[in-house]
């Protein structure tokens, strides 16, 4: 109510025009490849993507391991490699899956993982299994 006293409409704070929005399939919502102005790059809504479609029908372990490709695509141009990740969050539809994807996780990181949180979810866009959300040092 005071925000349209002032004159603001919804639409006026809803996002800012200056905010990277993320490459790739259609499903562009709020979802940022980098936000802030840091050492650190935050990385949101990665999907499992294969030349701009979601690869829904892959298993949750290849679907995301095509996350961590595109992970790893982010690291190389900044430069970095896995063992500057410092965090990620991994969206999951099927937390029975949990124990496929810990190994590709594993193998991925080696002994460098970084920290995790796994979320257990009802639905991620375009019927993904997995969606990755992570932070890097590009200090």
């Not at 709020?30 to 690869?55: I, M, N, Q, Y």
């Not at 920290?115 to 019927?127: I, N, Q, S, W």
């Given at each position: 109510?005071?925000?349209q006293q002032r004159g603001e409409s919804r639409l006026d704070r809803v996002s800012e025009s200056s905010r990277k929005q993320r490459d790739g399939a259609e499903f562009v919502g709020a979802f940022g490849k980098k936000t802030g102005s840091s050492d650190l790059v935050f990385l949101e809504g990665l999907l499992p993507e294969r030349d701009g479609e979601v690869a829904r029908r892959e298993p949750p372990s290849r679907q995301l391991e095509i996350c961590l490709q595109t992970l790893e695509a982010e690291l190389d141009r900044y430069g970095?490699?896995?063992a500057d990740v410092l965090q990620l969050t991994v969206y999951l539809t099927d937390m029975d899956a949990y124990e496929e994807i810990n190994d590709?996780?594993?193998q991925f990181f080696?002994?460098?993982c970084p920290a995790r949180?796994?979320?257990g979810v009802c639905e991620l866009l375009g019927g993904a299994a997995v969606t990755v959300d992570g932070v890097i040092a590009i200090e």
């Amino acid at each position: 109510m005071e925000n349209q006293q002032r004159g603001e409409s919804r639409l006026d704070r809803v996002s800012e025009s200056s905010r990277k929005q993320r490459d790739g399939a259609e499903f562009v919502g709020a979802f940022g490849k980098k936000t802030g102005s840091s050492d650190l790059v935050f990385l949101e809504g990665l999907l499992p993507e294969r030349d701009g479609e979601v690869a829904r029908r892959e298993p949750p372990s290849r679907q995301l391991e095509i996350c961590l490709q595109t992970l790893e695509a982010e690291l190389d141009r900044y430069g970095k490699d896995p063992a500057d990740v410092l965090q990620l969050t991994v969206y999951l539809t099927d937390m029975d899956a949990y124990e496929e994807i810990n190994d590709t996780y594993e193998q991925f990181f080696g002994t460098t993982c970084p920290a995790r949180t796994t979320v257990g979810v009802c639905e991620l866009l375009g019927g993904a299994a997995v969606t990755v959300d992570g932070v890097i040092a590009i200090e």
